[in-house]
């Protein structure tokens, strides 16, 4: 089955500072991908739309200046938390699609002090 | 976008089988029905996917009515280990984003 990665799994940063997420789709290329945010006992929240060399189209409520999204190849999208507060701190997903399915990373663990 | 519904939660036995039904009423004719898998702390896994009428693989059934309006989940035999969140999706295509309901929290107890 397809593999998507994301790197790091964990990262502890400070408020104010800046962190990146990086998600792979391994063995197949996507021209789009997702970015979900999941907090504690929730579902995952679709934040954005990663679209390979095109702006992201973000969900209502997401500030675009605050979570930037590059997609700069078919099998990398970069989702970067600028600024981090404490709030921010959540659980990142990515996905990509391949046919009819989606394929999720395995998450990335953001927690803000 | 279509919307699902599905029960909160469920309480099942090791051994038993577990029926897990989601409604999806405004599902589009080009959806496809999906269902994943979360354990905590971890993305969803894929789990079966289908269009219409029954699908099957190595772990689970998914049934679909010809209205296609809700379709469920079988696993039979549960173990401890399949104690987790499963979510309905419906969408199609790779382009198309997927919007997650509420899932539901299945625990398998002894």
């Known amino acids: 089955g397809a593999v998507v990665s994301q790197h790091p799994s964990w990262v502890i940063c400070k408020s104010g500072t800046s962190v990146k997420i990086e998600c792979r789709s391994l063995?197949?290329?996507?021209?789009?991908m997702f970015w979900y945010r999941q907090f504690p006992k929730q579902s995952l929240m679709l934040m954005a739309t990663s679209n390979e060399g095109s702006k992201a189209t973000y969900e209502q409520g997401v500030e675009k200046d605050k979570f930037l999204i590059n997609h700069a190849s078919l099998t990398l999208s970069t989702l970067t938390v600028t600024s981090a507060h404490p709030e921010d701190s959540s659980f990142y997903i990515c996905?990509?699609?391949?046919?009819?399915?989606?394929?999720f990373g395995p998450g990335t663990r953001l927690t803000v002090t | 976008l279509a919307k699902t519904t599905q029960p909160i939660s469920m309480d099942s036995y090791e051994g038993q089988e577990v029926n897990i039904t989601c409604s999806h009423n405004?599902?589009?004719?080009?959806?496809?029905i999906t269902w994943y898998q979360q354990f905590p702390s971890q993305g969803p896994r894929f789990i079966i996917q289908g269009y219409k009428t029954k699908v099957t693989n190595e772990v689970a059934s998914l049934f679909i009515p010809a209205d296609r309006k809700s379709s469920t989940l079988s696993l039979p035999r549960v173990s401890l280990s399949d104690t987790a969140v499963y979510y309905c999706l419906v969408g199609g295509g790779a382009g198309n984003m997927l919007t997650f309901g509420g899932g539901t929290r299945l625990m398998v107890k002894p």
């Open positions: 063995d197949f290329q996507a021209t789009t």
């Open positions: 405004n599902i589009a004719t080009n959806d496809y």
């Open positions: 996905s990509a699609g391949r046919a009819y399915e989606q394929y």
